[in-house]
C-alpha cells in the first residue's frame, strides 16, 4: 500500500475509482469478460487508498468496506509477489546526445567519378 501523500483528494479518487467501473462496463457490454490481473491491482491500489484517506478522516467502518474491496481484487489479481519488473531496470543509462556535422566540407576538383 502506498503511503498517502497531501495532494490526494477524496474527489479525485471518487473520480478513478468511478471511471474505471464505467470503463470496464463498457468493455464488457454485450460479451462475458473478466478483468486480467493487471486491472484487479490497479482496483486494488485505488480502493486501498480511498480507504486510507477514509481512515484519516474518522470514518473507519467506510475504510473497512473499502478495505474488503480491495483485498478481493488483491487476490483475484494474483498480488503479493512484488511490483512488475522491467528489463530496463537492468539496462545502462543511454549517453548524451551528440549532434554531429557528417558533411564534408571538401569539394573535390574535376568530375564526379561515383558512378
Same mark, same amino acid.
Given at each position: 500500500m502506498k503511503p498517502q501523500t497531501s495532494t490526494e483528494s477524496l474527489w479525485a479518487l471518487r473520480l478513478d475509482l468511478l471511471s474505471a467501473k464505467a470503463l470496464v462496463?463498457? $468493455?464488457s457490454m454485450g460479451r462475458d469478460a473478466d478483468l486480467?490481473?493487471? $486491472?484487479? *491491482? +490497479? @482496483?486494488?491500489? *485505488? +480502493?486501498? !487508498? @480511498?480507504?486510507? @484517506? +477514509? !481512515? /484519516? !478522516?474518522? !470514518? /473507519? $467502518?467506510? $475504510?473497512?468496506? @473499502?478495505?474488503a474491496k480491495a483485498a478481493a481484487h488483491h487476490r483475484a489479481g494474483g498480488g503479493g509477489d512484488g511490483p512488475p519488473y522491467a528489463a530496463a531496470m537492468a539496462m545502462p543509462r543511454p549517453r548524451r546526445f551528440i549532434l554531429t556535422d557528417a558533411v564534408s566540407k571538401h569539394r573535390p576538383e574535376g568530375p564526379d567519378d561515383a558512378a
Open positions: 462496463w463498457i $468493455a486480467t490481473p493487471e $486491472a484487479h *491491482l +490497479y @482496483l486494488f491500489d *485505488l +480502493y486501498c !487508498r @480511498l480507504a486510507e @484517506l +477514509y !481512515r /484519516t !478522516r474518522g !470514518r /473507519t $467502518a467506510k $475504510a473497512m468496506r @473499502l478495505q
